[in-house]
């Protein structure tokens, strides 16, 4: 009877033991996973690629569909902070508030229909990004030799607008970089960093709410879990969206982008030597 005690406390004990770290391997796994999508998303790196890349080199447990609309839905709300009151303004300015939505309308087209026939996941595997990460990010480089400095408020027109939205489409494809894309868009358009920066801010909110929408449509016939870290998932993405936003800002404000040239290449040769030796 009592040597039953002990393995009943014993078996009890592991269980608690076994559950206690899952738990903070899942939480451990969520913050890892928030820093990618927070910093790669607003940054011209690609958070689609290098969540991919993480998926492919870890073995992670927790990745599912909650976990994809909390972190979207984490830097959706870091940006509309962020940016409330140029918000704002758009909001009154009619012109660039309709500007905002045809540049996004392009995506939102190709982007559907991409998602709803599956044919995205054509393209999630390492030799594309390898390459795209390499093509995008040499069209980057180039792109910021722009000298010209046109303004948004001054300079953004539906020409400029629907150019940039139509580059924006190739962010579909995973390693591109939408925020890449539209930075380097806007500034073959010789538009400066900042602004580049702030056009690429303002489209991705069109984009969030879109993949956000789309992961709401996947599980409304499903029980929707809206546990704890699902909230800290959502927090997490919100607070390293916010801190990137903010310091990309200052960065673009001073520098070039060169480092972020420098390290898609670096990180195109890795995947490179891994996919073709």
Same mark, same amino acid.
């Given at each position: ?36 999508? *927070? ?71 190709? &982007? ?24 995008? *990010? ?71 709410? *879109?993949?956000?929408?789309? &992961? ?62």
């Amino acid at each position: 009877m009592f040597g039953m005690q002990i393995c009943n406390a014993l078996f009890w004990m592991h269980f608690y033991y076994e559950l206690t770290h899952l738990m903070i391997s899942n939480y451990i796994e969520t913050l890892i996973l928030s820093a990618v999508q *927070g910093i790669s998303e607003f940054v011209p790196v690609s958070s689609s690629a290098h969540l991919i890349i993480i998926s492919k080199i870890s073995e992670f447990n927790i990745g599912n569909l909650h976990l994809d609309i909390s972190l979207h839905l984490g830097s959706l709300m870091a940006i509309i902070l962020f940016f409330r009151k140029e918000l704002m303004d758009i909001v009154n300015n009619k012109n660039i508030f309709l500007l905002i939505i045809f540049g996004s309308i392009p995506l939102v087209i190709i &982007g559907y229909i991409f998602y709803s026939t599956n044919l995205i996941d054509q393209f999630r595997n390492l030799k594309v990004i390898a390459w795209t990460t390499f093509v995008f *990010g040499i069209l980057l480089y180039f792109a910021d030799k722009v000298e010209l400095k046109k303004k948004i408020s001054y300079d953004l027109n539906i020409k400029s607008i629907i150019i940039i939205g139509l580059f924006q489409i190739f962010a579909i494809i995973p390693g591109v970089s939408r925020s890449g894309i539209v930075i380097t868009a806007s500034r073959f358009l010789k538009f400066d960093r900042v602004e580049s920066s702030k056009i690429a801010f303002f489209l991705s909110i069109p984009a969030l709410a *879109g993949a956000s929408f789309l &992961g709401v449509k996947d599980i409304l016939d499903h029980q929707f879990n809206f546990d704890s870290i699902f909230i800290f998932s959502t927090l997490s993405s919100f607070v390293f969206s916010y801190v990137t936003i903010k310091y990309f800002l200052i960065y673009v404000k001073m520098f070039s982008l060169n480092f972020f040239v420098i390290y898609r290449i670096i990180l195109s040769l890795i995947l490179f030597s891994i996919v073709y030796l």
